[in-house]
Structures are given as structure tokens and as C-alpha cells.
């Protein structure tokens, strides 16, 4: 129900100090990037960590922004899965994420989560059609084919390998971002023309 200016959106990061230096640590990095996307017609996806201080600085920083990004929540056990959808419902997000990449959680749990999250609710992490089969049952109204970079499951595809199989199975009924290796507007050009709506861009 929203529009955007342009087809590419921030990708979702957490542990900034863990995983690219103390120039910026996670509060700092989500104040500029949720403003910064939201002032460009554009949303950021937010990450997640094992310390709290993430969600609650994703969370804050889109609350500054009045509801402009999108939190992404990991997978953790139920309680904390209800804690930190909690807090990103109470930011004012107009979406929320869950990466599922190795997560094993079934489409009933899934189905839990995205009648919980009160918002459309993203899946990111698909990379089957039945994948994408089973987000559209639990009730996402959007994927993210994504393979986390290539750092989570050994020998995953390339995401453009997958994308227009997936696009061809999903006809229509969620819509479709995809991420990794996307470097210049000429990879976005290429996703778009496999079929996605958009992409994700993080490092």
C-alpha cells in the first residue's frame, strides 16, 4: 500500500562494531540510515543482534522517522521473538521482516508470527519455489530471495539463479525483493528484469 521512488531499498545489518569497525556503532549507523532512506523516498530494512541494543536502536530510529523502515527480527525462541516484535510494533513500521535462513521454523509458527506482527510481514531468505510456497502460506505478503550473503548455508546459489523460478511460482500473490551481489543500478536492472519489484542493498 505504499509507494516508493525507487526500486532498491537499505538491506538489513546488525552488530555494525562486530562486523565493520567503531566508526559506527548500531544506534548511530540506524539514525543515519532510516532517516537518510525515508528523506530519499526509500525505506531501510533494520537488522538484528544477539545483544538487545540493536532492536532497540533499529526500533528508536524508526520511531524518529515516524514508522518509515522496516525491522527485521531473527528467529530467536518465541519469548524473544514476541519481545523484539513488541518494540518494532511499537516504532510505527509499516512493515516487518524475519530473516528465516536456517531458522526451522515451521509455516504454523510462521503463521503465528505474521498474524502477531499487525503489519504486512516480510520473509527474507527464500530460495525455493517451495520456500516461497510455504512463506505465501504462513501469510507474507512479501519474500526476499536471499541466500544472507552466501555466510549462512554452505553452497547456496547465486540469488539470481533462483529469482525467476521463484517470480514464475509466486505470480503475483507477495511481492518479490531480492539481494545479494547487487553493486550498481545495472544489477538492479537485471533483477527487475528476472521479475523482482525490488532490491535490497546492504554492504
Not at 524518529?64 to 513488541?86: C, F, L
Amino acid at each position: 500500500g505504499r509507494k516508493f521512488k525507487y526500486p532498491f531499498f537499505a538491506g538489513p545489518v546488525g552488530a555494525m562494531t562486530l562486523h565493520y569497525g567503531d566508526k559506527y556503532n548500531d544506534l548511530e549507523y540506524n539514525e543515519i540510515l532510516v532517516a537518510a532512506c525515508a528523506a530519499a523516498g526509500i525505506a531501510a530494512f533494520t537488522g538484528d543482534g544477539t545483544n538487545p541494543k540493536v532492536m532497540e536502536g533499529a526500533t528508536a530510529a524508526i520511531a524518529a522517522s515516524g514508522g518509515a523502515g522496516i525491522p527485521t527480527v531473527k528467529p530467536w525462541d518465541n519469548a524473544t521473538v514476541a519481545e523484539k516484535m513488541t518494540m518494532a510494533r511499537q516504532s510505527g513500521c509499516f512493515a516487518m521482516a524475519m530473516d528465516i535462513d536456517a531458522a526451522g521454523k515451521t509455516v504454523e509458527q510462521l503463521q503465528e508470527i505474521a498474524q502477531a506482527a499487525g503489519v504486512p510481514f516480510i520473509l527474507k531468505g527464500i530460495m525455493t519455489v517451495r520456500g516461497a510456497e510455504k512463506a505465501i502460506e504462513a501469510g507474507a505478503a512479501g519474500i526476499v530471495v536471499s541466500n544472507h550473503g552466501g555466510r549462512v548455508l554452505d553452497d547456496c546459489p547465486a540469488t539470481e539463479e533462483v529469482l525467476a523460478d521463484i517470480v514464475a511460482a509466486v505470480d503475483g500473490r507477495a511481492k518479490i525483493l531480492v539481494d545479494g551481489g547487487i553493486r550498481s543500478g545495472n544489477d538492479v536492472f537485471k533483477a527487475l528484469a528476472l521479475g523482482a519489484d525490488g532490491v535490497l542493498v546492504a554492504r
